[in-house]
């Protein structure tokens, strides 16, 4: 189970928490509700517990235009966050919100750059001599030369 302030919240405002700096309104967030799949007798089949969350990344006004590039290029246009595992619908709609929200916080993330390294003498050392080692394994494994050989 979650606790307070673990993960992405629906405010006051009806506005998705991503991160700390981005809000999503709810309004631009569809959910669609269906029948669940899998066992759950009679009430799966008689309750649209299973919740869809659909952000269309193209039509939001809530992400910069750096931020709609970086979405594009990750997951595409759409973004979809499916939740069936609870019996209530209500939590599978928090479930898909916070599943949605955690991918649309992964596809912004900024990936860190590369800084270029060397290795340092004892790893070059090390490595020589794990090849040594292993030229001389396969060295003992062949068979001794035959008399008029050499």
Do not use: Y
């Amino acid at each position: 189970m979650s606790e307070p302030g673990d993960g992405p919240t629906v405010g006051p405002r009806r506005l998705l928490r991503v991160g700390s700096e981005l809000a999503i309104p709810l309004a631009e967030i569809t959910l669609r509700t269906s029948r669940s799949s899998g066992p759950g007798g009679q009430h799966a089949n008689v309750t649209a517990s299973r919740v869809e969350a659909i952000f269309d990344v193209l039509a939001s006004a809530a992400l910069s235009e750096e931020q709609r590039e970086r979405v594009l290029a990750r997951v595409g246009p759409r973004l979809v966050a499916v939740a069936q595992d609870e019996r209530s619908q209500a939590r599978n709609r928090e479930l898909a919100l916070e599943r949605l929200a955690e991918r649309l916080e992964r596809a912004l993330a900024v990936p860190r750059s590369r800084r270029a390294t060397r290795p340092s003498a004892a790893a070059r050392t090390r490595r020589l001599q794990d090849k040594r080692r292993a030229a001389q394994r396969k060295q003992e494994r062949r068979p001794p030369p035959a008399e008029g050989e050499h």
